[in-house]
């Protein structure tokens, strides 16, 4: 296993891990914890929703995938039939319940620049995995996932390589629009470009998460070429899966 991604822009902190083999970013302290979970780089393409390969390569028996509409739904396992049929949601919810009904899956939510979440809360024994680009921001996907845990202040959260402010060009206004409470604070919207990141993560902060708890990749997927990007490769994107599991 390796610790530093060859072609990172960024270097990782001691928070992270990567994977070399599986194209995998993780987070150190919930490795250690046995929390299957992780933010792939790019390849494997699930662009098709063919997870096969996907669950071959992870030695897991589905993974469960959704149809995204850029909306603040989030599907909670233990109500979902499960059944083949893509549900219209952003993010899935696991509880003990779920991972005592579905042991062996894994839940996952693509992406192509849109900012993948990950929650976790050890005490709750629950997790989360959540897609969320500039429409999910601004109706707070966060939020409504939040809302499914007992307490917020048991959660950590960690948002994965997505569309970073070096490169994410914006329209002010609908910046203004969407983001009026959030787009002065530093760090949001600077020279045209806006970071959904930022916003996330001061979202995250006012629903009652502390900040030690709060990891963010500096990875931007428009600008790195190992991530998917459909900034930067329009129609011809990928979809890189990010993921929960029990």
């Known amino acids: 296993m390796s610790e530093d991604p060859s072609s990172s822009l960024e270097p990782l902190s001691r928070d992270w891990v990567y994977d070399g083999k599986l194209n995998l970013l ?29 669950c071959k390569l992870h030695s897991k028996s589905n993974l469960y995938l959704l149809k995204q509409v850029h909306s603040n739904l989030v599907e909670d396992v233990r109500l979902s039939s499960l059944n083949g049929e893509l549900v219209e949601s952003d993010g899935w919810f696991l509880d003990r319940e779920a991972v005592e009904k579905e042991e062996g899956s894994t839940f996952g939510v693509l992406s192509a620049d849109c900012a993948p979440i990950i929650l976790f809360s050890q005490e709750e024994k629950c997790s989360a995995v959540l897609h969320s680009g500039w429409r999910g921001a601004a109706s707070n996907i966060l939020s409504e996932a939040l809302k499914k845990f007992r307490n917020a202040k048991t959660v950590e959260m960690a948002i994965g390589p997505s569309a970073g402010s070096c490169c994410y060009e914006f329209e002010r206004e609908i910046a203004e629009k969407y983001f ?20 996330i993560e001061l979202q995250a902060v ?10 963010v990749s500096e990875i931007c997927s428009i600008c790195d070429s ?3 990007s459909f900034r930067r490769q329009g129609q011809d994107s990928g979809r890189q899966v990010s993921f929960v599991g029990v």
């Open 180 to 199: 009026r409470q959030w787009i002065d604070a530093e760090g949001v919207y600077q020279e045209g470009k806006l970071s959904v990141k930022r916003v």
């Open 26 to 54: 993780k987070i150190r302290a919930w490795d250690e914890k046995d929390f299957f979970h992780g933010f792939h780089l790019g390849e494997p393409d699930l662009k098709s929703k063919d997870t096969a390969s996907w």
């Open 206 to 215: 006012q629903a009652g998460i502390s900040r030690d708890r709060i990891l």
């Open 226 to 228: 190992r991530c998917y």
